[in-house]
């Protein structure tokens, strides 16, 4: 069998050298506690590290089968090896096998948990099948029967083939490229096993009712796994603090009751973004037969006819689209850096909402939505086609799932039941209408529209009308359609790589980079010109795989980040729209480069900032100031600056732009027009991870000016070593001239004791840089930032 170890692959070990290296995970004696079904509880073992891994063989799921071919790896995983554009959906469309060796030295029941197994999985316990599981975006937990002391071999077997009848796949259909994204097959998010309660709370659903009246209260629903006599209780937290609790006797499986008293709850707002915690108990007399935390958050979302409205007040969403994909690994990146997803959209693009498209995401993504006051629009998988009815009944599962596993996130405010520019059936979607409000009957429905005739949706299915609003047309002023009278209106795409340019790369002539940024600002500028739009999320934050129109080598670039994550002119403007008193932000929409325009950018160059007046210097000698572009763009909060920047040839001056509030100097950046002064930039997200096989961190390795500004004409190779105990995600040549000057990869520590992990990159013109990351046993990380 040829080594297939794919993204997170170790060095290859035999059966006895991986138990050796500590890869079987001991399971304590079951103890109260467990979180159920929605998380992992306290007494749960992460399952990351040492695995064994290979294609799908005859006999592959029995206890006794041959390890020796098999290739140990971390979870989360990716089946094949991938760089960062060029993917082959042939690579990943076969059968996979993982291993996982486990001891349990005492426990009553035990339960295995997958948050996302791409496509379809297959679990057996020591060569018996326990459990099969169809899609790959949301969880399913399986009890574990007959756990035998000693040595005990959980496998999995991974489908990853387009022709399974699941959303959002079409088997019928040519292939993958007929829906805009790849989906790399693999075990891409967490999994958990550990003991459970004989009875335990399987589901917590915690509603805040009337949140604008002082006699707000949380309705719970609590369901356990097995019929119990006894009583529930909820306490409400706030920040360490007790608010309020409640309790209801129980004699079943299902128990509601309300918790009053909270009035003095301080309200979630994406400036504010303040949860609580809601301790439930569930105890037969004086025995606690489980316990489960999960957070909440009190707030009301409306979406109306005249705008969107958050806790009364008015609030013209302001977001992109997100796409779960990263270069090297597919989807498989720990939670650390899916998180870091959600502090990029909103801390540095400045995002109020973000859409998950088109599938639902890692509940670590939306964990950190929460916690940051980044609204979020969750929608079913599909893009583009309803399947036939088998398809159509696990899109109903799916729309529970993700209803069920979610409803408790605050930032949530939108559920899409319906598939993506499909149009689907009355019948269809009424079903899933009404099983979402059965679920949930808090949020409102809907689905984005694609078609003029979008207008048509079903019944009474959709309450707010979503448009994918593509209606502007290449050489023509840009435009959108206007909101349609009497219902909730909200833009859920626009401009992608449908107007302008086929692609937005940093490799792109400038005029490229510019004019994108220029579409993202007028679009948004247009929405908030009318308040009958709820807001608009433009397509797309980040680069991803696709095979699909308008794609370029199995990418789409239609990002305002590249698949990196790293900026491209366009998150210029996003970035402007954030307040200047938490961050002042001058990014000029051009570059600062001489070889590519030897007299400079020239007249009437574009700077995004949030400043009320910009100030030019070329060596530090006056230039003039910059002219605000407020006519062109009258409804952005912080409209550009214009600029003439025309340099005599021969001369390579050091800009320098000034900026203030009033008479306030509160930034000043400086750019080289001297390429001979540039480094090459070698710079991580974390300084600190966990040494547990489940975390990692990015590094942006850059080609910048001597003030630290990418240099996006860089060219030549950077050489990447990496020492310690861990392993580089990604390609250990990178090609600055193939992506615009600057790349990433990813580190991963191995399980084990506390390191340093140390990534050295080298370049034959801009020398040599270094980054160090340290390791800690897991739990006691900082978490700081660079």
Not at 434 to 459: E, H, K, N, V, Y
Not at 581 to 609: C, K, L, M, N, Y
Not at 695 to 720: E, H, I, M, N, S
């Amino acid at each position: 069998m040829p080594d297939t170890g794919g993204a997170g692959s170790h060095p290859r070990l035999t059966r006895r050298g991986f138990l050796a290296a500590s890869g079987a995970a001991l399971l304590g004696a079951a103890v109260a506690g467990s979180a159920g079904h929605a998380a992992p509880g306290p007494d749960t073992v992460r399952l990351g590290d040492f695995w064994l891994f290979g294609r799908y063989d005859d006999g592959c799921t029995e206890l006794g089968f041959d390890e020796i071919d098999l290739s140990p790896v971390q979870l989360p995983h990716c089946v094949t090896p991938l760089s960062w554009t060029g993917w082959d959906p042939a690579s990943w469309q076969d059968r996979w096998i993982y291993r996982k060796h486990f001891t349990v030295t005492a426990a009553d029941r035990c339960t295995a948990r997958f948050d996302g197994v791409m496509t379809n999985a297959s679990v057996f316990l020591n060569g018996t099948l326990v459990t099969t599981h169809e899609g790959g975006y949301l969880p399913f937990e399986v009890e574990l029967p007959g756990v035998a002391p000693g040595d005990n071999v959980l496998a999995v077997v991974v489908d990853g083939r387009w022709a399974l009848d699941v959303p959002p796949n079409l088997p019928h259909s040519a292939g993958p490229s007929v829906i805009d994204f790849y989906q790399p097959a693999g075990i891409y998010r967490p999994a958990t096993i550990g003991p459970v309660p004989r009875i335990r709370l399987a589901d917590v659903f915690a509603r805040p009712v009337d949140v604008l009246s002082a006699g707000r209260s949380l309705h719970l629903t609590c369901t356990l796994d097995a019929p119990v006599a006894g009583q529930v209780t909820a306490t409400v937290r706030q920040a360490g603090r007790e608010l309020a609790r409640g309790a209801a006797p129980v004699s079943g499986t299902t128990v509601e009751f309300d918790v009053g008293g909270l009035g003095g709850v301080r309200l979630w707002d994406v400036e504010d973004p303040a949860l609580c915690d809601v301790v439930v108990t569930v105890q037969a007399g004086p025995v606690v037969l489980d316990r489960r935390t999960v957070r909440v958050g009190f707030r009301e979302a409306e979406f109306t006819p005249d705008g969107f409205f958050l806790n009364g007040r008015r609030l013209k969403l302001f977001g992109l689209n997100r796409h779960q994909w990263y270069p090297f690994a597919g989807g498989a990146l720990p939670d650390r850096v899916q998180r870091r997803d959600a502090e990029i959209l909103r801390r540095e693009l400045n995002c109020t909402m973000v859409r998950c498209s088109h599938y639902p995401q890692s509940s670590a993504f939306l964990d950190a939505c929460d916690e940051l006051g980044l609204l979020v629009w969750e929608e079913i998988p599909g893009w583009g086609h309803v399947g036939d009815d088998a398809w159509q009944q696990r899109n109903l599962r799916d729309v529970s799932a993700m209803i069920t596993r979610d409803r408790n996130h605050p930032s949530i405010v939108v559920w899409g039941t319906r598939v993506n520019e499909a149009n689907g059936t009355t019948a269809m979607y009424g079903r899933t209408g009404r099983l979402a409000r059965q679920l949930d009957p808090s949020r409102p429905t809907s689905g984005a529209l694609a078609s003029s005739t979008g207008g048509r949706f079903a019944g009474s299915d959709v309450e707010v009308l979503a448009y994918n609003d593509y209606t502007a047309r290449r050489g023509a002023p840009f435009s959108l359609r206007p909101p349609r009278p009497g219902v909730p209106y909200l833009v859920t795409e626009s401009i992608g790589t449908l107007a302008g340019a086929r692609a937005y790369r940093r490799t792109d002539p400038p005029a490229a980079g510019q004019a994108q940024a220029e579409l993202h600002a007028k679009a948004h500028d247009l929405a908030a010109a009318d308040d009958r739009y709820c807001g608009l999320l433009a397509w797309c934050a980040f680069d991803y795989p696709s095979g699909w129109q308008r794609s370029v080598g199995g990418s789409k670039f239609a990002g305002v980040s590249d698949i990196f994550r790293i900026p491209k002119p366009a998150a210029a403007f996003y970035a402007s729209q954030g307040s200047p008193s938490v961050r002042a932000v001058v990014e000029p929409g051009f570059e600062w480069d001489f070889t590519a325009q030897p007299a400079g950018p020239g007249a009437g160059v574009t700077i995004w900032s949030n400043c009320d007046r910009l100030l030019l210097f070329l060596d530090d000698r006056p230039a003039g100031p910059a002219r605000s572009r407020r006519a062109d763009f009258p409804h952005l909060q912080h409209p550009p600056f214009a600029a003439d920047l025309v340099v005599p040839r021969g001369r390579r001056p050091q800009l320098r732009i000034d900026g203030y509030l009033g008479d306030r100097l509160v930034v000043s950046r400086r750019f080289g027009g001297d390429r001979s002064h540039d480094v090459l930039s070698c710079v991580p997200d974390d300084r600190q991870l966990r040494a547990d096989g489940g975390d990692a961190t990015r590094v942006v390795v850059a080609a910048t000016d001597r003030f630290g500004t990418l240099r996006a004409g860089a060219t030549g190779q950077v050489t990447l070593t990496l020492t310690g105990p861990g392993e580089l995600v990604g390609d250990p040549t990178l090609d600055l001239g193939a992506t615009g000057g600057a790349a990433a990869v990813w580190l991963r520590p191995f399980a084990g004791p506390p390191g340093a992990l140390t990534l050295t990159a080298r370049h034959d013109v801009l020398g040599t840089a270094t980054a160090t990351v340290t390791t800690t046993a897991s739990g006691t990380e900082s978490g700081s930032r660079s």
